[in-house]
Structure formats: structure tokens, C-alpha cells
């Protein structure tokens, strides 16, 4: 078998096309598979929410319960204590509250 220099190019072009796709489709991922903008929207309305300063907001972990929305847990404030922070799979926060106490 032979390759031309043309199927070569095609080749090449089909791997780049294959490496830019995988390239658009990634996100940064941090807090338990919630993206990166997903956390500092919570951490943003977790403050104006619950009244407190953005850097008393922790984010401790995150879920993803199905597909295209994330939850993730905070820490708010110097007791720590326990809120739940949701997006869509646009980062939109869907809503801040605080857990109950267990």
C-alpha cells in the first residue's frame, strides 16, 4: 500500500480536526468533576445568597447526580458550616442553601 502525499495531508488534517474537537470539548475540571466556572459561580452566589464574603466560601467537594447538572458542597464561613450549591451545564447556578445539620 501505498501513500501518496494527498492521503497523507488527509491523514493529517482528519488527526488536527480529531485533536481541535477533543480540544473545544474539554473543560478545566476541579471540584468533583464540576467545571471551573460551575464552582466560581457558587462560590459568587453562595456570598451574595447567604450574605457572607466570597472568601469565607470554601468548596469542598462536587457530584455530578446527571448529566449537565453539578452540585457542589461548601464550606461557608469560619464554623464551616455546610451548603449545597447547584448548576446546569452552562455554569448558571440553578440555587444556593444551606444543609441541615446532621
Do not use: F, H, W
Not at 79 to 95: H, P, Y
Amino acid at each position: 500500500m501505498t501513500i501518496t502525499m494527498r492521503s497523507s495531508i488527509q491523514l493529517a488534517c482528519v488527526a488536527m480536526a480529531g485533536l481541535l474537537l477533543a480540544a473545544c470539548n474539554s473543560t478545566a475540571i476541579r471540584v468533583g468533576g464540576a467545571p471551573d466556572a460551575s464552582v466560581k459561580n457558587c462560590v459568587a452566589a453562595a456570598a451574595r445568597e447567604l450574605k457572607v464574603p466570597p472568601a469565607s466560601i470554601v468548596a469542598d467537594k462536587g457530584t455530578t447526580p446527571r448529566d449537565g447538572v453539578y452540585t457542589v458542597n461548601l464550606r461557608v464561613g469560619p464554623q464551616g458550616r455546610s451548603a449545597v450549591c447547584t448548576t446546569d451545564e452552562n455554569s448558571a447556578v440553578i440555587g444556593v442553601v444551606y444543609k441541615r445539620p446532621e
